[in-house]
T-cell receptor, first 112, second 111 residues
């Protein structure tokens, strides 16, 4: 069956620009997570959705980062005024409640 | 900040040998999970062990959990070249749902 998909797979943008990263979770998974992984590190939690609402956004680094999940399925992570330090792989995962999380392939964001 | 620390950071073994990776964490947990990541790809869930469990097996994988020491180990038996990857432990704290990942162990299995 279809797994978690993320688009685009790679995104190169200039410092100061706005970017949107998309995540399509596994059908029926109510929980959706965003993580960020820098080179040589483990993923770091950003935000968790249960249905349409952000149940925990404590991992978002600052107010330039925002995420939505308007219909409880697809989610978009939005980054305003990108900085070079935002360069990383952004990973999305979905799950059925408190169970193992299924990860997408990630979007590699490069801010030049 | 990441919750866990893994040891060793890198491990290189011959095919057929066993590989052991260790993970330590800081807070009370609901469960601990191990994930595998091939270079440049997404993470694959390997095994989940709950806080009231001490040991779990899945195929060639054996995971132990010692909540008194806040540590876990992952043993891969009879390693294969295809096991070459980075391995991460991740914890789910009590009352939370998100994963806190360790720093990972880079395993290389030499054919």
């Amino acid at each position: 069956g279809a797994g978690v998909s993320q688009t685009p797979s790679n995104k190169v943008t200039e410092k100061g620009k706005y970017v949107e990263l998309r995540c399509d979770p596994i059908s029926g998974h109510t929980a959706l997570y965003w993580y960020r992984q820098s080179l040589g590190q483990g993923p770091e939690f950003l935000i968790y959705f249960q249905g349409t609402g952000a149940a925990d956004d404590s991992g978002l680094p600052n107010d330039r980062f925002f995420a939505v999940r308007p219909e409880g399925s697809v989610s978009t992570l939005k980054i305003q005024r990108t900085e070079r330090g935002d360069s990383a792989v952004y990973l999305c995962a979905s799950s059925l409640m408190t169970a193992e999380q299924y990860f997408g392939p990630g979007t590699r964001l490069t801010v030049t | 900040s990441q919750q866990g620390e893994e040891d060793p950071q890198a491990l290189s073994i011959q095919e057929g040998e066993n590989a052991t990776m260790n993970c330590s964490y800081k807070t009370s947990i609901n469960n601990l999970q191990w994930y595998r990541q091939n270079s440049g790809r997404g993470l694959v869930h390997l095994i989940l062990i709950r806080s009231n469990e001490r040991e779990k097996h899945s195929g060639r994988l054996r995971v132990t959990l010692d909540t008194s020491k806040k540590s876990s180990s992952l043993l891969i038996t009879a390693s294969r070249a295809a096991d070459t990857a980075s391995y991460f432990c991740a914890t789910v704290s009590r009352g939370a749902n998100n994963l806190f990942f360790g720093t990972g162990t880079r395993l290389t299995v030499i054919p």
